[in-house]
């Protein structure tokens, strides 16, 4: 199934369950595909909507980017559900979500795992230029690897991962990595003024595994959201989608 964003782009969904709407959206190297796990595990409770971010999967894209497109994707698929819902996202679309909420779409309940924000005491490396020119020279490998090095993996596991099939998934969506960096590049930090205007109930998870750096940028969006609540999930770390029984005792309860 489409929705039409407000630019023309279509945005390419599955709707799982039945049930209150929880619209999820993952980070980068994501698909629909890859939160399509927590879709099911949640489609006993809601209404779960898996989409493909605009450049990924079956969704279109347009010819410049903005993230404030990416906002209208979910404001058009909260439409098409009935004008609210509830949104989940997961690192850059943890931020995305928050990103709505502050915009003020129609969001009931708001749960972010891991936002990437950068803080004082973690800031991170500007690399979108960098990953751009070598999207543009044809060095996608270069570019994953890039990214993936901000993002704090260590050399020898980029290595390894050259070596896997996971490799030939990054790279064929290395050409959105731009897109993730300008939503949680080194700028992207848990603004309180910004994210204060979030009224939804909002609960934000950290992986009790991850690197700290990714635990502080969750702490500090919980700060900044009013009266948000914040979750730390043991044992659990950045690719908690691949474990998405682990969510969902914690998202049921929150979003019930």
């Known amino acids: 199934m489409n929705v039409t964003s407000a630019d023309g782009t279509p945005i390419a969904f599955e709707q799982t369950g039945a049930g209150a709407p929880v619209?999820?959206?993952?980070?980068?190297?994501?698909?629909?595909?890859?939160?399509?796990?927590?879709a099911e595990v949640l489609s006993g409770d809601f209404t779960a909507i898996a989409y493909d971010r605009r450049g990924r999967g079956d969704s279109g894209d347009s010819s410049s980017y903005a993230f404030e497109r990416e906002i209208e994707d979910i404001a058009a698929l909260i439409e098409h559900v009935g004008g609210s819902a509830s949104v989940f996202g997961h690192s850059s679309g943890a931020v995305l979500a928050l990103e709505a909420a502050a915009f003020g779409l129609p969001i009931e309940k708001l749960?972010?795992?891991?936002?990437?924000y950068a803080t004082p005491d973690h800031p991170r490396d500007d690399v979108a230029e960098k990953v751009r020119a070598q999207i543009a020279s044809g060095d996608r490998d270069g570019a994953v690897a890039t990214f993936l090095t901000v993002a704090g993996t260590p050399p020898e596991m980029i290595e390894g991962m050259k070596q896997a099939p996971v490799w030939g998934w990054f790279t064929a969506l290395a050409h959105t990595l731009p897109y993730d960096l300008t939503i949680c590049g080194p700028g992207a930090r848990a603004r309180a003024d910004h994210l204060a205007r979030i009224s939804a109930p909002t609960l934000v998870i950290g992986g009790g595994a991850s690197p700290e750096a990714l635990q502080a940028g969750a702490r500090?969006?919980?700060s900044a959201v009013p009266g948000a609540r914040y979750e730390t999930l043991a044992g659990q770390d950045h690719g908690v989608l691949q474990n998405p029984e682990t969510l969902r005792d914690l998202l049921v309860d929150f979003l019930k």
Do not use: K, M, S
């Open 23 to 38: 619209i999820l959206v993952g980070g980068a190297f994501n698909d629909r595909t890859t939160v399509a796990g927590l």
């Open 111 to 116: 749960v972010a795992y891991e936002p990437p």
């Open 220 to 222: 500090a969006a919980a």
